[in-house]
């Protein structure tokens, strides 16, 4: 059911565009659209806001030997059959049944050396004070951490931000580095593996980072990391 408040239906469409709803909601959502223009504005405003997120992913080439795999997969050249007498009206549907069925072969033996799924990305969106959107954070199963800001900011002279995470359970954030002027970043977490839940805050720092390994000034956004869609 789609709420009736605006900041829990802001909230709904930005999960619903970072794609973590699960099945049920979203398509209540999308046959909300319709007739819902306001929910339709929350949409849009959404979409761009999350632009920058399409910079974290990067191209990824299939593997070389996918093709060949494929086509060994594949049945080999039919008989010739011989010529037909009489062509009759329904020649062209039966061959047409018989390369439909030499496809269904060729895409049933795709599914079988398909590699297995790989773990979902993880993903989040961190929050100000005031509940709104300022970073885009995905993290690999890899260890490989991304940040990208949806709304630079200027910084006062002589303060720098500063990247942690939080596993769950853990009770002292881990410094993942600090982030440049330019508001995007592609750290290694080392020994910190990104998982479900785990927090990803950003504090205000003196140059250099906090001289404590905690955060010492304020922890200016926060998000927790979530199962990229999610069901």
Not at 44 to 59: C, I, K, S
Not at 122 to 138: I, K
Request: proline share 14%.
């Amino acid at each position: 059911m789609i709420p009736t408040d605006p900041q829990d239906r802001d909230i709904l469409v930005g999960e619903y565009v970072l794609g973590t709803l699960d099945a049920r909601t979203a398509a209540e959502l999308e046959a909300a659209l319709p007739g819902d223009a306001a929910l339709r504005a929350a949409l849009h405003a959404w979409e761009a806001r999350l632009a920058p997120l399409m910079v974290l992913a990067g191209p990824e080439a299939p593997p070389p030997d996918l093709w060949d795999r494929i086509e060994a997969a594949l049945p080999g050249p039919a008989r010739p059959a011989p010529a037909p007498k009489r062509r009759g009206w329904l020649d062209p549907w039966r061959g047409w049944a018989i390369g439909a069925s030499a496809v269904a072969a060729g895409l049933a033996a795709l599914i079988v050396i398909r590699p297995a799924p790989e773990p979902p990305r993880l993903m989040t969106v961190l929050l100000t004070q005031r509940d709104q959107p300022a970073w885009v954070v995905e993290a690999d199963p890899g260890g490989q951490l991304r940040l990208a800001s949806l709304n630079p900011r200027r910084l006062e002279e002589g303060r720098v931000m500063q990247l942690w995470g939080l596993p769950p359970g853990a009770t002292v954030p881990t410094s993942l580095g600090l982030i440049p002027p330019e508001g995007r970043l592609t750290v290694s977490t080392g020994g910190l593996r990104p998982e479900p839940g785990m927090l990803i805050e950003i504090s205000l720092e003196p140059p250099g980072g906090s001289p404590t390994g905690r955060p010492t000034g304020p922890v200016l956004f926060i998000g927790q990391l979530t199962a990229a869609g999610a069901s």
